[in-house]
């Protein structure tokens, strides 16, 4: 093979590497929260009687740009609209509340099991290293990066 060809088959994969690194950058402009994350324990606020501790296991938050999908064991569970302000979100589930075969009487009771006490929820982000907290006046969700 000539150098010539060399050389344009080397500059072509390399503009093809840029372009791809630089196209995914742009998936997932949250390097932080985006990915799974296991839930390890929710604290409940327990308005006049205190706080009170659940561990969990085997619930899972998957955060992809502005899509969040909780799965609780080998169940998938609903996809709800993620809207990242950057030092909080919010989880809003309240569009299945406008398909009107769908039960959301069951759907606030899967999301409570895994911390989320309505269909549309704002949590604060706090950083631990590899772990993260959310939290609001209701809970705190504790998780561990996956």
Do not use: H
Request: with cysteine; proline share 1%.
């Amino acid at each position: 093979m000539k150098k010539w060809t060399r050389d344009i088959i080397a500059a072509f994969i390399t503009i093809l590497s840029v372009w791809l690194l630089t196209s995914c950058a742009r998936v997932f402009p949250n390097d932080k929260l985006d990915y799974l994350w296991r839930l390890d324990k929710v604290c409940y606020s327990n308005s006049g009687t205190g706080n009170y501790e659940v561990e969990k296991s085997g619930i899972w938050y998957a955060f992809a740009r502005d899509l969040v999908e909780i799965r609780d064991g080998e169940t998938n569970g609903p996809i709800g609209v993620l809207t990242d302000y950057g030092d909080s979100i919010k989880i809003d589930y309240s569009m299945y509340c406008e398909v009107a075969e769908y039960d959301t009487e069951s759907l606030l009771r899967y999301l409570s099991n895994c911390g989320i006490t309505s269909l549309t929820t704002v949590f604060k982000i706090e950083w631990q290293g590899c772990n993260m907290i959310l939290s609001n006046n209701d809970t705190r969700l504790f998780f561990t990066k996956w």
